[in-house]
């Protein structure tokens, strides 16, 4: 885990380049004025903002991080099909339930994300994190967290854990490095 | 053929809304109503906009791409808010329905 860029006037770099293209999407177009604009806006906000902010994990893997969206993407083109069939399907023959994850990811960054894919991939719609923070003595880091899922369908509940576990948390570790 | 295009990806779209609206009202408890506008209401609304990105970019000149920061967004805080509405019916102990497997995996909270 990095918390601190390279370069010290660009303390966020990915949300520079974001911050970059809603600018030049926002405005719909690719003049000179509005791309130069837009790079002093990109890299003026973050650092006037800075001292606000917590300080969150960098991204470590661009290139891995990319592959991982395309990849998440094109899993919720498919979970919406699946709901859909299930949604329209028959409703007896579903069996819902609850599952725990258990989570390498130590930094709440990086789980917010997993939390996130996880609810918008097939029929799994993510609860809550445990333990929870408040309920542990002051300042105490827990050893394992869970995330608590709901399952529209369960089927396999191992088989579940695995796929979320290897599709979706290994490139998250790897991507932040902690 | 940009004007068939448009259609498919209307009809595509308002068939995934239709779906995740009738998953509001047919599904039998709380949690699993969640499954629909969580899901289904994503890629209805992104093959809705990109319709409206390829309408409009033939419209006028040039592309407009506006339509994709929509998406961004939506696909931003569509699990928040879901995660926000299933944390407060943990919170309220809303019931599942009876076949609903690991309710003891749910744990109080402080």
């Not at chain 1, 966020?12 to 837009?38: E, Y």
């Amino acid at each position: 885990m990095r918390l601190d860029a390279r370069f010290s006037w660009l303390p966020t770099p990915f949300r520079s380049l974001m911050l970059f293209s809603v600018w030049l999407l926002l405005n719909n177009s690719l003049s000179a004025g509005h791309i130069v604009l837009g790079l002093i806006l990109a890299i003026v906000i973050p650092l006037v903002t800075q001292p606000f902010r917590t300080k969150q994990p960098l991204i470590l893997k661009p290139g891995l991080a990319i592959r991982h969206l395309l990849l998440v993407l094109y899993d919720i083109i498919t979970a919406n099909v699946q709901v859909a069939l299930l949604i329209l399907g028959p409703t007896k023959r579903l069996n819902p339930g609850f599952i725990k994850v258990p989570l390498d990811l130590s930094h709440s960054m990086p789980i917010t994300i997993l939390a996130s894919t996880v609810s918008l991939t097939p029929g799994t719609v993510s609860a809550e994190v445990y333990p929870w923070l408040e309920s542990l003595p002051n300042g105490d880091k827990p050893e394992q967290r869970y995330l608590l899922i709901h399952v529209l369908n369960l089927e396999d509940e191992e088989e579940l854990v695995k796929t979320i576990k290897q599709r979706y948390e290994a490139p998250l570790k790897e991507i932040f490095q902690c | 053929m940009a004007e068939w295009i448009i259609s498919i990806l209307l009809l595509i779209g308002g068939f995934f809304v239709l779906v995740g609206s009738i998953g509001l009202v047919k599904m039998p408890d709380f949690f699993m109503r969640l499954h629909g506008p969580t899901k289904a209401t994503t890629l209805g609304m992104a093959s809705l906009l990109t319709a409206a990105m390829i309408y409009f970019s033939q419209l006028q000149d040039g592309v407009s791409a506006k339509e994709i920061l929509i998406s961004i967004f939506l696909l931003l805080t569509a699990p928040i808010s879901g995660y926000m509405l299933i944390k407060s019916a943990i919170h309220h102990k809303l019931k599942s329905i009876e076949r609903t497997s690991g309710n003891d995996n749910i744990e109080d909270d402080v």
